[in-house]
């Protein structure tokens, strides 16, 4: 089971965000639950009480035997900001593990020419 940690700036962690950042992380990575050892979420409240883009969801997930993977959000809402973070996690984790799996390759065939 993959390690989830939460930390909140400025932003309240109801019940509902908890388990709304569990669920979207937990299905993010389900697929690279043997290459996932812990994600890290951060999310901060940018502007406090002022207007524009409001959340920052940032998603840090540590591999195995790869580099870290480093993602990052800005909507308005909190919870599109989770949704969003967690999609591109699912994104980045499936590059690092493609770009880490041995390439097929053939032998090169030589001709002669008789």
Avoid at 3 to 30: C, K, P, Q, S
Avoid at 47 to 55: C, E, Q
Wanted: overall charge positive; hydrophobic content about 40%; aromatic content about 6%.
């Amino acid at each position: 089971m993959v390690n989830v940690e939460l930390r909140a700036r400025g932003v309240v962690l109801t019940r509902e965000v908890v388990r709304d950042v569990e669920y979207e992380v937990r299905r993010a990575i389900d697929r690279f639950q043997g290459r996932v050892v812990s994600v890290f979420v951060r999310l901060t409240d940018i502007n406090g009480h002022r207007s524009g883009p409001d959340v920052h969801c940032s998603m840090y997930a540590t591999l195995r035997g790869m580099p870290p993977v480093l993602v990052e959000t800005r909507p308005n809402n909190l919870f599109v900001a989770i949704a969003l973070c967690s999609k591109k996690l699912a994104g980045a984790v499936r590059g690092a593990v493609e770009r880490r799996k041995p390439r097929r390759w053939l032998p090169k065939l030589t001709l002669e020419v008789c």
